[in-house]
């Protein structure tokens, strides 16, 4: 049986000296070392040479730990433990449950998995407020592969404008999940993003800018710094159907990223792309290829069916308004533009970009009294 030299690391030092009481006695297993939270942690872990380091903490601060021990012990596993709710986390592997000494020992043995589950198994864990979450939940559960696990939690609107301490406004428990999609109509619910990320082992987010003051830039900054640090991936496309497999946002804006679970989600959710057959002057049949997360090219493409082609970009436009969208009507300060306007141009352009064979730019039909 290969030996694991395991260091316990601490909030409390009895609770370190009871962890290393516990395993002491299991083969295979040899405790190199405890420590309670301290600025000389990491030298006495790197010190010890430990494989496997025990972290006992909470939310946020769990995270940050795991991230001080893997600068300083590259490759070393990281279980996390959370009193409150008994919940042990191998960092980069995967999330379970536990309340006994065994729980703890098979993380300890279990391999480490640094290639991790196949993101066509996506387990989503979406979290939203009012109308416009629950429509995108509702088309997610509806349209989304068979293959991946949807889960959901509602959170509540009388969060403050400032968070001082997210833990207090979540579950006790949330799910395991691979990817968070953050859909909050307030601020305040975005800032709940990097303690649901802690709680739920999640490897990257998605939180859509679809109104600045649900998400504004400055957030978003916040955001993105603190879940870099842990490790996890995010996107904030603005507006949310700019999101495609590698990229997000607009024109100079425009961010690109690598990360397969955001990927997946998009391969399927964002901006919208459509396959569109013709048969005479006449579309004949619209398929979605991508659709709007919150299902308006799914609408759209089944109003184009047997609509004059030369008319169909411009039609596409009125059906994604009438909807409606819900992007923000507000000119948005870093687009100088509405939100509604720049997802109204992206279903066009997706319209536009199919319609070639059958129509050029010129042929376009454009009603009376407009130019």
Not at 18 to 37: D, F, K, M, R, Y
Request: include cysteine; charge should be negative; aromatic fraction near 8%.
């Amino acid at each position: 049986m290969k030996s694991h030299r395991v260091f316990v690391l601490a909030s409390q030092s009895l609770f370190a000296e009871a962890v290393q009481s516990l395993l002491s006695g299991e083969p295979g297993i040899e405790v190199v070392g405890v420590a309670t939270v301290g600025p000389g942690s990491c030298a006495l872990i790197e010190g010890a040479a430990a494989d496997v380091v025990v972290v006992e903490a909470t939310g946020d601060e769990q995270g940050r730990l795991a991230t001080q021990v893997f600068d300083c012990l590259p490759g070393a596993k990281v279980i996390g433990l959370t009193l409150e709710d008994n919940r042990i986390h191998t960092y980069y592997q995967q999330e379970k449950q536990g309340s006994r000494v065994e729980d703890l020992v098979e993380a300890i043995r279990e391999p480490l998995d640094w290639t991790g589950r196949s993101p066509k198994a996506l387990r989503l864990f979406v979290v939203y407020q009012g109308n416009y979450g629950l429509r995108i939940l509702d088309n997610v559960r509806e349209n989304g592969p068979s293959s991946w696990t949807v889960e959901s939690w509602r959170a509540t609107s009388d969060i403050p404008p400032v968070v001082d301490d997210p833990l207090a406004f979540l579950p006790m428990h949330l799910p395991v999940a691979d990817l968070v999609l953050c859909l909050g109509e307030m601020s305040s619910c975005a800032q709940l993003v990097p303690s649901i990320v802690g709680r739920t082992g999640a490897r990257a987010v998605i939180a859509p800018a679809d109104n600045t003051a649900w998400l504004p830039d400055g957030l978003i900054r916040q955001l993105r710094a603190e879940l870099f640090d842990i490790g996890v991936a995010a996107a904030f496309p603005k507006p949310f159907c700019s999101l495609t497999e590698s990229r997000y946002n607009l024109r100079q804006h425009e961010v690109a990223y690598e990360d397969p679970w955001i990927a997946q989600f998009a391969r399927h959710f964002g901006r919208p792309e459509f396959r569109i057959d013709c048969e005479g002057e006449r579309i004949s049949r619209v398929d979605v290829v991508r659709d709007s997360a919150c299902g308006c090219a799914r609408k759209v493409a089944g109003q184009l069916v047997g609509i004059d082609v030369r008319e169909a970009v411009q039609q596409a436009g009125l059906f994604h308004h009438h909807y409606p969208c819900m992007a923000t009507m507000r000119v948005d300060p870093t687009l100088d533009e509405p939100l509604i306007q720049a997802a109204g141009d992206l279903m066009r352009r997706a319209v536009e970009a199919k319609i070639g064979a059958y129509a050029s730019p010129s042929t376009y039909l454009v009603p009376d009294g407009h130019a």
